[in-house]
T-cell receptor, first 114, second 108 residues
C-alpha cells in the first residue's frame, strides 16, 4: 500500500518549458489536491478535485492546469514554466466521505525553474 | 474567507521544557481545525484534529472559539519533536487552508 505517489522527485526546467507532475493514490480516495510549499508562505492550494470528473481552482491556480485522469490519478501541468514557480509541490488525497477529511500527502516534487 | 495565522516562524525550546505553538484562525462558520507535522525528510502527516480530542505523541490542542485559537501544546519537549508544524482549517465542504508554519527546534 504505497499511499500517495508523486513523480518525479526532482526537476529542473528552463523558463518557458512545460512539464507535468504526476500523482497517484491507491487508497480509493475521492478527493485529490495539489499544494505548493514555499519558505515563509506555508502550503497554498493550487487546484483540487473533490471527486472524479471535477476540478476546482484553489488559492494560486495561475500558470497551472490539472487533469483528474481517473479516480487514482491527478496530474498538474505547467504549460510555460516561470522562475516564480520554483517550489516544492505536494499532492494529497482524502477519503470519500467529506472534502475536509484528513489529508494524506505524497513525498513532494522539488521543482527549480531557471 | 478562511485564514490561519501562525505568528511564530521559529520556536526554540530546551528539552524537557513546555511547548506551545500558537494558531489563530478566522472563519465565520464552524471550523474544523487540524495540526499537521513534517519531520525532516518525511512527508507531511496529520498530527491531530480538534474533533478527536485526543493526545498524539504527548501533544494536545484545544479549540477555543472565543479566542479563535487552536494552540498546540506539549508539557515536556523531546528532541524528536523538532519539525515543521502547520495549523490548518477547513470549513464545510471547503479544502484545507494552511498557516505558514512554525519550525520547532528542541535543543538538547
Amino acid at each position: 500500500n504505497a499511499g500517495v505517489t508523486q513523480t518525479p522527485k526532482f526537476q529542473v526546467l528552463k523558463t518557458g518549458q512545460s512539464m507535468t507532475l504526476q500523482c497517484a493514490q491507491d487508497m480509493n480516495h475521492n478527493s485529490m489536491y495539489w499544494y505548493r510549499q514555499d519558505p515563509g508562505m506555508g502550503l497554498r492550494l493550487i487546484y483540487y478535485s473533490a471527486s472524479e470528473g471535477t476540478t476546482d481552482k484553489g488559492e494560486v491556480p495561475n500558470g497551472y492546469n490539472v487533469s483528474r485522469l481517473n479516480k487514482r490519478e491527478f496530474s498538474l501541468r505547467l504549460e510555460s514554466a516561470a522562475p516564480s514557480q520554483t517550489s516544492v509541490y505536494f499532492c494529497a488525497s482524502s477519503s470519500q466521505d467529506r472534502i475536509n477529511s484528513p489529508l494524506h500527502f505524497g513525498n513532494g516534487t522539488r521543482l527549480t525553474v531557471t | 474567507a478562511q485564514r490561519v495565522t501562525q505568528p511564530e516562524k521559529l520556536l526554540s525550546v530546551f528539552k524537557g521544557a513546555p511547548v506551545e505553538l500558537k494558531c489563530n484562525y478566522s472563519y465565520s462558520g464552524s471550523p474544523e481545525l487540524f495540526w499537521y507535522v513534517q519531520y525532516s525528510r518525511q512527508r507531511l502527516q496529520l498530527l491531530l484534529r480538534h474533533i478527536s480530542r485526543e493526545s498524539i505523541k504527548g501533544f494536545t490542542a484545544d479549540l477555543n472559539k472565543g479566542e479563535t485559537s487552536f494552540h498546540l501544546k506539549k508539557p515536556f519537549a523531546q528532541e524528536e519533536d523538532s519539525a515543521m508544524y502547520y495549523c490548518a482549517l477547513s470549513g464545510r465542504d471547503t479544502p484545507l487552508v494552511f498557516g505558514k508554519g512554525t519550525r520547532l527546534s528542541v535543543i538538547a
